[in-house]
């Protein structure tokens, strides 16, 4: 059995971890079944925001009209923008694993790791033991139990971003932001799509008004069944056929497609990684229990990422990695992590982004609250742009005008809600965090600060 000082599950942020540790002369291993660089690289974010890239582009080619620029004609050439993601992801990947593997410190073990013992991990029939470890593996695509859906042939997320053969017809299960996005760029791209969700709303975490906006948008240039489910599936050929029930009306349509892809939300990888051999518990969804400062309850035992249910976004994942290099390396000073003015982003059309609570979030909690909201085209450059659907919208405390959200939909609102994320982490977190800053005449910024505005501020101090 090989004894090391440090072993880390998974290369995503893990692997961040790793390295640093290793840097600082710890012995590490790096333990991970697939495509090195984790989920982010390979089956998320990056491969999905360069495919979303080309659909952007087309939207932007087919609205020039608006502008006075005509267009006479353009090509999608499909395989062209899958070869372009695949190659440099792969590349990318590939280049992670030929440097571990020519590393001496950390030594890559290349399969899936599972717990024979207390800290004793097996890799390929070799085990291996640390007095610290890192759970860092991920989660995947969760698939729900419809009759006829597993033996239907169906793709998932990860399938979605290297299909090679662009549908003509594409079924969606599921209404989150996974879905969202890759309906935005298969539709973009000329594919009929339908999308079958359960609740009343898409992308229904979001704050109401932003899920209201979005859904009556994505109905526009989509199918959309919501409070609906899929109650079975059968393939027959190349044509898939979904009976979907109307959960109001227990009506049932049946929609064809020759594509169906699962995005039904994601599950943690723990249960392949037999933690009851080591005594790390979880939660009723299979998430890792851990505390503030990312410790299981098995000591010298941490765990991050998705694999723990916090927030299941890459930047979370990396500041965790930041926070468990930390408290692994120096215990007598350990931090609990900072989440304050967590923000997160779905690249759709248009893009939503978000920090803080959602209106209905501060609603359930009795919270006095203000709402503050500025459309994008009552602005300078919303009008330049012609973005007719977007706002921003704040929520504040009634009584200190603290920011306790912000919530935008429209063009780049994944870079706009950045300087809102500032001033929640690393400014005074109030209203005149935003008024207080000079705004550039006409910048799309300018509707932030516009919203940030737009509420009566006579009875408090500036």
Known sequence: MRDFDLIVIGSGSGLDVAVAAANRGLRVAIVEKGPLGGTCLNRGCIPSKML?????LVEEIRGAGRFGIKVKGYEVDYTAIVDRVTSDVDSESKSIENALMSSENPVLFNGLGKFTGRKIIEVNGEEITAEKILIAAGARPKIPEIEGLRESGFITSDDALRLREQPKTLAIIGGGYIAAELAHFFGSLGTEVYIIHRKELLINSEDEEVARAFT??????????TSSEPVSVRREGG???IAVKDLKTSSIVTVSSDQLLVAAGRVPNSDLLDLEKTG?????????????YLETNVPGIYALGDIIGKYQFKHAANLEAEYALQNMLFPEEKLPVDYTAMPHAIFTSPQIASVGSTEQELRSKGVEYIAAKWR???????????????FVKFLYDKKTLKILGCHIIGTDAATMIHEVIVAMKSGKGDAFSILDAVHIHP???EVVQRAASNIHIHDHDH
């Not at 009556?216 to 959309?224: D, L, N, T, Y």
């Open 216 to 225: 009556g948008i994505a109905s526009k240039k989509f199918r959309v069944f």
């Open 443 to 445: 910048a799309l910024s």
């Open 239 to 241: 044509t898939y056929e």
């Open 280 to 292: 790390v518990l979880v939660d009723p969804r299979g998430y890792i229990k851990v505390n503030e």
């Open 52 to 56: 979303i890239h080309s659909a952007d």
């Open 376 to 390: 994008y085209i009552d602005s300078g450059m919303g009008k330049a742009i012609e973005d007719h659907d977007g």
